[in-house]
């Protein structure tokens, strides 16, 4: 006989219960290819009075740069300042953290 199993939407999960899937993926990850480091990654984009107008969340790690959010001002969009901005900053980053 198969257990039964349920699965649930949390709107607002338990920090404890992320916390404990982030470090099962993380002990997961380690036993495939060794042990590894993610540095968190935070960007702003400020106009020249300083307000903020867009801005990244994210983090880097193993190469690879994770977006997990990324907002830009409505009066910016279309003009592609995501991809001059942000990218150009992103490398920088990447190179960096490498």
């Known amino acids: 006989m198969m257990p039964e199993y349920k699965i649930s939407i ?9 916390d404990f899937i982030d470090k099962q993926l ?10 590894y480091q ?28 994770h977006i997990g959010t990324l907002w830009i001002a409505q009066e910016l969009r279309g003009e592609d300042m995501e991809k ?6 992103s490398k920088k980053l990447l190179i960096v953290a490498a």
Not at 10 to 18: A, L, N, T
Request: glycine share 14%.
């Open 38 to 65: 993610y540095t968190s990654l935070f960007l702003l984009l400020r106009d020249s009075q300083e307000n903020v107008v867009g801005g990244l969340e994210g983090f880097i790690g193993l190469g690879w740069l």
């Open 10 to 18: 949390e709107i607002q999960p338990d920090s404890k219960e992320v």
């Open 26 to 35: 993380q002990q997961f990850n380690i036993g495939k290819i060794g042990d």
């Open 84 to 89: 001059r901005y942000f990218w150009q900053q």
